[in-house]
C-alpha cells in the first residue's frame, strides 16, 4: 500500500512537471516578429509592450459557390471595413472590387466588367441607409483620365465621376483618382496621382461639380534652391521649378476632419488634420517616412502606414502611441512583417487589417490588453470623463511606469480633478512641462493665498529686527567683535584677491589696472574663484528647476563638465595669448586667464539668483530668467573684451582684430587636433590589427 502510495505520489509531481515544462514554450511562441515602440517624454522612440499581435492572415478568397475554387488577388492597393464587418478590397490587378467576410469568405463581385485599375475605395452611407461603394479607378474604360464610379450595396453602378469640366481645375492636368474619403453630405475629397494642387473636392450636384482644391502641400525651399535661384536665368529657373509634394492618401472620421498623407519627405508635416478651412490641427514630434496609408479609428487614433512595412498609431493629438512592424525582405513570408504595405484599416473591434500589395495578403492584428487599456482611456478623455479615465490609466502604469502618454494623461486627469500635487508627479514622470507649469502655478496660486500675510509679516519684521539692529551697533557697537574678528582676513591678501573679482565685474577698467599693476593677479585665487563658478554650473546644471532643466533626470557627467571647463578656460587663454603676442599685446598668459576667470563674475554673481527663480516660476514668467541670461552673457562679453583691450594697451579696433584671429587661431588648434586625433587612431588600429596577425600566426604553427 505504502509502494503504491509513494509511486502515486510521484506520478503527480511527474505531471505537474511536465504540465510545467510544456507550458514554458507556448509563452514563448507568442512572441511576435518585430518590436513595438512609443514616444516617451523627450520625444524619443523606446520599446514597450507588444500593442498588436498578429492573429491570421487571408491570403486567398474562399469561393461561396459550390464547384468554384478558392482564388488569390492580385496587387490589391486598397481595403475597408464596413458597419457589418465586411472587407471591401481594391482588387486593381483583376480589376474589380472583392467583398468577402472577416473570415475571408467571398460574399460578392463589383465592377469586374466595368473597372480598369481600382486603387482606392470607401464605404458611404446613403440617406435610405443603404451603403454606397466609391471606387476610385484610374484609368477608366482605358482612357488617358480616371473616374470615381460609385456602386450600390448588391453592385449595381449608380453613377460616375469623370474629369472636371472647369477651368480651376486646370485644363492640362490630368484626373487620374488613387484614393477618395466622402463626407456625409455627399462631397468626395480625392487625391489624385500626380496632383500637387492638393485634394480635389467635388460636389454631387450636377452630376459632379469641382468646388476646388484642399489642403495644398507648402513647397518646401532648401538652401540650394535658394543659392540656384539667385545665380541662375529665368530660363534656367523656369527648368527648376519648385512644385509641392501630391497627397498620396486621405481619411475622415465621424466628425468630418479630413486627414491626409504625404509619402514624400519634403513635406514638414506630412500626417494632416485638417479643419473645414483646411488649416491643420496636428502637430506630431515623430513624422512617418514613406506614408503610404492612413485611417482613423473609433477612439480618435490615428493609424498611419509607410511604404516600408511600418504602422504609427497616433492620438487625436498626434502623439505617437505605438509604432510597430518592420519590412519582411526574406524569402519566408511571416505573419507580422510587410513586403509592401499599401493600407491601413480598423473595425469597431480596434482590430486592425493591414493590406500587403506585393504578396495579396491581408493581416489582421489583435489590440493586447495593454493597448485595450489605453484606447479606454482615449475614450474617456475624448469625452471629457477625466474621472473614469483614472481606472484604465492606472492599470496602464502599473504595467508600464514608463509608459510616457500615461503618466501625462493621468497628470491631465488629476489635474481636472484639482489634486495639484498628484498631476505634478506624474507630469514630471512624463516630462510634459507644459502640464508641469499648469499644475505648479495652481500650487503656487494656493499657497500665496494661504501664506500671503504670513510673508508680509516675516519682511516687516526682518525690516524692522534690520534697523534696530543698526542703531544699536552705531550707538553701542554690538558688532565689533565681529569687526575685529574679520579685520585680520580682510588684510590678507589672498582674501583680497578672492574677493576683487566684484570690483572687477563693477568697474572693469579699474579691474584691468589692478591685476595688471597692483598685484591682484595670482593663481591660487583664480583657481579658487573658478571653482565656485564651477560649483554653481554644476549645482544649476543638475538641480535646477524642472521648467528651465535642459539634461534628463538622472543623468549626470559631472566629471566631464570640469574636465570641459577647465580645458575650455586654459585653451581661450592660450590661443588669445598667443595671438596677443604677435600682436604687441602687453599682456602675460597669467593676466589673461585671470582677467577670464573674473569676466565670469557676472554669472557667479547672478546666476544663483536665476537658480532660485527657476525653481518658483511657470512657462508665463519665463522671460524673466531669458531677460536674466541675456544681460547676464552680454555682461560677460562686454567684460572680455574689455580684458583683452585694457590689459594689452588696444585700442577698440585693434581688440576687435584680435578677437577675429583668436576665433580662427582656435578653430586652426581645434581641427589640427582633430586630424592628429584621426591619425593616432589609425595608426593604433594599424599595429593592432599586425599585432593580431602574428598571435594568429604564431597560433596556428
Known amino acids: 500500500m505504502k509502494k503504491i502510495y509513494k509511486r502515486a505520489i510521484a506520478f503527480l509531481f511527474a505531471v505537474l512537471f511536465i504540465s510545467f515544462e510544456i507550458m514554458q514554450p507556448m509563452v514563448a511562441q507568442a512572441k511576435v516578429p518585430y518590436r513595438t515602440y512609443t514616444q516617451n517624454g523627450y520625444g524619443e522612440l523606446v520599446e514597450t509592450q507588444t500593442a498588436y499581435t498578429p492573429y491570421t492572415t487571408i491570403t486567398k478568397i474562399q469561393s461561396n459557390i459550390p464547384g468554384e475554387d478558392d482564388f488569390e488577388l492580385s496587387k490589391p492597393e486598397d481595403l475597408k471595413i464596413d458597419s457589418k464587418g465586411n472587407i471591401y478590397i481594391a482588387d486593381t490587378g483583376n480589376s474589380r472590387i472583392v467583398v468577402c ?33 466609391y471606387v476610385a479607378d484610374q484609368e477608366y474604360e482605358g482612357k488617358r483620365e480616371g473616374a470615381v464610379l460609385v456602386y450600390n450595396e448588391a453592385g449595381e453602378l449608380q453613377q460616375i465621376y469623370g474629369k472636371p469640366d472647369d477651368i480651376l481645375y486646370g485644363k492640362n492636368t490630368r484626373f487620374q483618382p488613387q484614393k477618395l474619403v466622402v463626407d456625409k453630405g455627399g462631397n468626395m475629397y480625392i487625391s489624385c496621382k500626380g496632383n500637387t494642387n492638393g485634394v480635389v473636392q467635388i460636389s454631387p450636384k450636377d452630376g459632379g461639380t469641382f468646388l476646388g482644391y484642399f489642403a495644398t502641400n507648402m513647397a518646401s525651399v532648401t538652401f540650394t534652391q535658394v543659392f540656384l535661384n539667385l545665380v541662375l536665368s529665368e530660363e534656367q529657373k523656369a527648368k527648376r521649378s519648385i512644385t509641392p509634394s501630391s497627397v498620396s492618401n486621405v481619411a475622415i472620421d465621424e466628425k468630418g476632419l479630413i486627414y491626409t498623407i504625404s509619402s514624400s519627405s519634403d513635406v514638414a508635416d506630412p500626417v494632416k488634420k485638417l479643419n473645414i478651412a483646411g488649416g491643420n490641427l496636428l502637430v506630431c514630434d515623430v513624422y512617418p517616412s514613406n506614408g503610404v496609408a492612413i485611417s482613423v479609428g ?11 512595412g511600418y504602422v504609427f498609431e497616433y492620438t487625436s493629438e498626434g502623439s505617437l502611441l505605438f509604432l510597430f512592424g518592420a519590412k519582411d525582405s526574406g524569402s519566408e513570408y511571416r505573419i507580422g512583417l510587410f513586403q509592401s504595405l499599401s493600407a491601413v484599416e480598423v473595425d469597431q473591434n480596434d482590430n486592425l487589417y493591414v493590406l500587403d500589395t506585393t504578396v495579396s495578403t491581408i493581416h ?31 492599470q496602464v502604469i502599473q504595467m508600464n511606469g514608463l509608459f510616457d502618454y500615461a503618466n501625462m494623461a493621468m497628470g491631465r486627469a488629476l489635474f481636472n480633478e484639482e489634486e495639484y500635487s498628484d498631476s505634478l508627479d506624474f507630469y514630471r514622470l512624463a516630462k510634459d512641462k507644459d502640464g508641469y507649469s499648469d499644475a505648479f502655478w495652481e500650487i503656487r496660486n494656493i499657497w500665496l493665498n494661504n501664506y500671503v500675510m504670513h510673508m508680509i509679516i516675516i519682511i516687516v519684521a526682518v525690516v524692522v529686527v534690520v534697523k534696530i539692529l543698526k542703531k544699536l551697533d552705531k550707538k553701542k557697537g554690538i558688532f565689533n567683535p565681529i569687526r575685529k574678528l574679520t579685520a585680520g582676513l580682510r588684510q590678507k591678501m589672498l582674501f583680497k584677491q578672492i574677493f576683487y573679482g566684484f570690483k572687477y565685474m563693477r568697474h572693469p577698467f579699474d579691474g584691468t589696472y589692478g591685476v595688471k599693476r ?33 539634461v534628463r533626470d538622472g543623468r549626470y557627467n559631472i566629471p566631464t563638465d570640469v574636465i570641459q571647463i577647465v580645458v575650455i578656460m586654459l585653451f581661450a587663454a592660450v590661443v588669445t595669448y598667443l595671438i596677443c603676442t604677435i600682436n604687441d599685446g602687453e599682456a602675460r598668459f597669467k593676466e589673461i586667464l585671470v582677467g577670464y576667470v573674473y569676466s565670469f563674475m557676472p554669472y557667479m554673481v547672478l546666476q544663483p539668483f536665476i537658480y532660485l527663480a527657476g525653481m518658483v516660476i511657470t512657462y508665463n514668467e519665463i522671460f524673466v530668467i531669458d531677460f536674466a541670461n541675456v544681460i547676464m552673457f552680454t555682461w560677460i562679453v562686454i567684460l572680455i573684451f574689455l580684458t583683452i583691450k585694457e590689459l594689452n594697451n588696444y585700442s577698440v579696433k585693434e581688440t576687435f582684430k584680435v578677437i577675429g584671429l583668436t576665433i580662427f ?3 586652426v588648434f581645434i581641427l589640427m587636433a582633430f586630424v592628429i586625433y584621426i591619425l593616432f587612431a589609425q595608426i593604433v588600429e594599424f599595429f593592432i590589427s599586425i599585432g593580431g596577425e602574428v598571435v594568429n600566426r604564431i597560433g596556428g604553427q
Open 101 to 133: 467576410d472577416a473570415n475571408g469568405t467571398l460574399i460578392r463581385i463589383i465592377g469586374e466588367e466595368q473597372l480598369e485599375s481600382p486603387t482606392g475605395l470607401f464605404i458611404a452611407e446613403s440617406d435610405d441607409g443603404q451603403q454606397l461603394i
Open 665 to 667: 587661431a582656435a578653430f
Open 298 to 308: 473609433q477612439h480618435g487614433n490615428i493609424f498611419v502606414g509607410t511604404s516600408n
Open 518 to 550: 597692483e598685484g591682484m593677479c595670482s593663481y591660487l585665487a583664480t583657481v579658487i574663484v573658478g571653482v565656485i563658478g564651477i560649483l554653481i554650473f554644476i549645482i544649476n546644471k543638475y538641480f535646477c528647476g524642472f521648467l528651465v532643466k535642459y
Open 364 to 394: 489582421i492584428f489583435r489590440p493586447t490588453e495593454f493597448t485595450t487599456l489605453v484606447h479606454d482611456s482615449l475614450d474617456y478623455f475624448e469625452e471629457g470623463m477625466y474621472e473614469e479615465s483614472r481606472e484604465p490609466l492606472e
